[in-house]
């Protein structure tokens, strides 16, 4: 029987994720966490979302580990789509439209995906706005011709020299009244935002968990490398920290 595991939150909420497939759902991946995962022996594992900044990020190295043993990974919306695209000559499977961006070079930066939100009793609450979403909210407008494409430019730059927790609509639309950028554009554009925004880490991490329904539901054969994986002291050290943590902090 297939089990499937998935990592959410901000991008998409574990209620939103069970209307979509039937999967075990955790919170934001840190280091260690696919590592215990994997040893659960499930059939795929999708990973969207993870932390860092104050704690270390899911390592390469555990995602390599979990596909040795025969674990399927995706990864899609957020530091799934890093990993996906970073791991994809080894076999890590990405999906959705930041994973495309990023995998064509037309992203390049972390900072992209990147923003804060609030703790887990809070439901992992966006308290910014990614990048990856006001480019496809800006994207949507300049093609309904509620803004022009000089607009949208000047937009997207002054958004992108902004810290990635001080991304807003709010202080986007401020800082280009400020600038002088057309006013009348702006009010469009604020109206538009008001209904129309796009948030596409959620359309993506929709679009992860509908394929790991499609193809893993009914079960899979195990995931084949064609790698030889490397046992390093790095690791070994990631795995005795947390082989060492207190029982509980895994898989269940």
């Known amino acids: 029987m297939s089990r499937?595991?998935?990592?959410?939150?901000p991008s998409l909420s574990p209620a939103e994720g069970r209307a979509v497939v039937d999967?075990?759902?955790?919170?934001?991946?840190?280091?260690?966490?696919?590592?215990?995962?994997?040893?659960?022996?499930?059939?795929?594992?999708?990973?969207?979302?993870?932390l860092f900044d104050q704690v270390n990020s899911v390592a390469h190295k555990e995602i390599l580990w979990a596909m040795s043993q025969g674990v399927h990974v995706l990864g899609g919306a957020s530091m799934g789509a890093l990993r996906a695209v970073e791991l994809a000559s080894f076999g890590m499977e990405?999906?959705?439209?930041?994973?495309?961006?990023?995998?064509?070079?037309?992203?390049?930066?972390?900072d992209e995906v990147a923003l804060i939100h609030g703790s887990a009793e809070d439901?992992?609450?966006?308290?910014?706005?990614?990048?990856?979403?006001?480019?496809?909210?800006?994207?949507?407008?300049?093609?309904?011709?509620?803004?022009?494409?000089?607009?949208?430019?000047?937009?997207?730059?002054?958004?992108?020299?902004?810290?990635?927790?001080?991304?807003?609509?709010?202080?986007?639309?401020?800082?280009?009244?400020?600038?002088?950028?057309?006013?009348?554009?702006?009010?469009?554009l604020r109206d538009f935002i008001a209904t129309h925004k796009v948030d596409q880490k959620r359309l993506d991490a929709l679009r992860l968990l509908e394929v790991m329904r499609d193809r893993f539901s009914a079960g899979a054969a195990p995931k084949t490398v064609r790698y030889h994986f490397s046992h390093t002291d790095a690791w070994q050290a990631i795995r005795d920290r947390v082989d060492a943590a207190p029982a509980g902090s895994g898989v269940t």
């Open 94 to 110: 990405g999906v959705g439209t930041i994973f495309e961006w990023y995998q064509r070079g037309l992203l390049e930066d972390d």
């Open 4 to 9: 499937l595991i998935v990592f959410c939150g």
């Open 23 to 50: 999967a075990v759902f955790l919170p934001p991946a840190r280091q260690g966490d696919l590592y215990l995962a994997a040893r659960e022996k499930p059939t795929a594992i999708g990973l969207m979302d993870g």
């Open 123 to 188: 439901g992992h609450r966006p308290l910014s706005e990614p990048m990856v979403n006001i480019r496809a909210t800006l994207s949507a407008a300049e093609a309904l011709g509620v803004i022009s494409g000089a607009l949208h430019g000047a937009l997207l730059a002054l958004v992108k020299e902004l810290f990635y927790a001080d991304r807003s609509y709010p202080r986007m639309l401020a800082r280009a009244l400020e600038l002088g950028l057309g006013a009348g554009e702006l009010a469009a």
